[in-house]
């Protein structure tokens, strides 16, 4: 089910047999000359809009910009500051807990967001803590390409120029659920050079077209049909054990 194409009495009737939900979250940020911006929210609302069926699973709104200071200084990028982010977790894990939800799942699709998201988990089962609620809830933050078996894939259909930015695994993906967006450029180098992410002018300055040590001319829908329907199978299986998981020790 997508919570936005969900009524509320659907939604209750959802929570009579599950408390998970799953939340789509990542960047909307440059992915060099040929990746579209929004490549890292795209990337896990596609793999959970194509698993969503097969699953039973309630897919959340994509939470869909993030942390992506080092990318500002390439046009169309928005970022949020790491508290701003924090803070709107918080209240999106609120908003969901006040309904009954217990297990709320973050299906991320940016490296860049993943200390933020810890900090976010943080200050969330702090104010639990501090109020001594006796039952909380269960958060739990997964990368689309830790799923299971995915970096696998990834690196098979890659094995030279996958890098980690504008990546051709994440590019493909966006190519398979969006071909009428496919874009093309002549790359130069063929593979982007690598080093340290700091500020936007220090990263715009080291890494001319945006990307990070990728080719990302090797994409193509075909392959990233592979990955969307590898990583909806992998995200089933790891929403249904997260869901079995009891909250506290001694349930
Ligand atoms: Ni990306």
């Not at 040929?34 to 911006?37: A, E, H, M, Q, V």
């Not at 890659?158 to 990546?167: I, N, R």
């Given at each position: 089910m997508l919570l936005a194409l969900s009524t509320w009495p659907e939604i209750e009737g959802y929570l009579e047999r599950s408390k998970t939900v799953v939340v789509p979250i990542g960047s909307n940020e440059q992915h060099g000359p040929?990746?579209?911006?929004g490549t890292d929210w795209l990337c896990p609302e596609i793999i959970a809009h194509h698993a969503h069926g097969e699953g039973d699973l309630l897919i959340a709104p994509t939470f869909n910009v993030g942390m992506a200071q080092h990318h500002l200084g390439f046009p169309g990028s928005i970022s949020l500051r790491p508290s701003t982010m924090i803070a709107a977790m918080r209240d999106w894990t609120v908003s969901l807990a006040a309904h009954g939800f217990e297990k709320i799942y973050f299906l991320n699709g940016h490296g860049g967001n993943v200390a933020t998201i810890e900090a976010a988990f943080s200050e969330i089962y702090s104010e639990a803590s501090w109020r001594r609620e006796a039952r909380g809830y269960a958060l739990k933050l997964k990368n689309w390409w830790d799923l299971p078996g995915v970096m696998a894939l990834c690196n098979r259909l890659?094995?030279?120029?996958?890098?980690?930015?504008?990546?051709p695994s994440e590019i493909a993906i966006t190519q398979f659920a969006y071909p009428d967006a496919i874009k093309s450029a002549n790359y130069a180098p063929r593979i982007a050079p690598t080093g340290p992410i700091r500020e936007a002018a220090d990263f715009r300055a080291r890494y001319a077209d945006g990307r990070m040590g990728s080719d990302p001319g090797q994409a193509t829908p075909e392959k990233g049909g592979q990955i969307v329907r590898l990583a909806g199978e992998a995200l089933i299986g790891d929403v249904r054990a997260f869901a079995a998981e009891a909250i506290h020790g001694a349930d």
């Open positions: 040929t990746g579209l911006l890659f094995p030279e120029g996958h890098g980690s930015h504008a990546t």
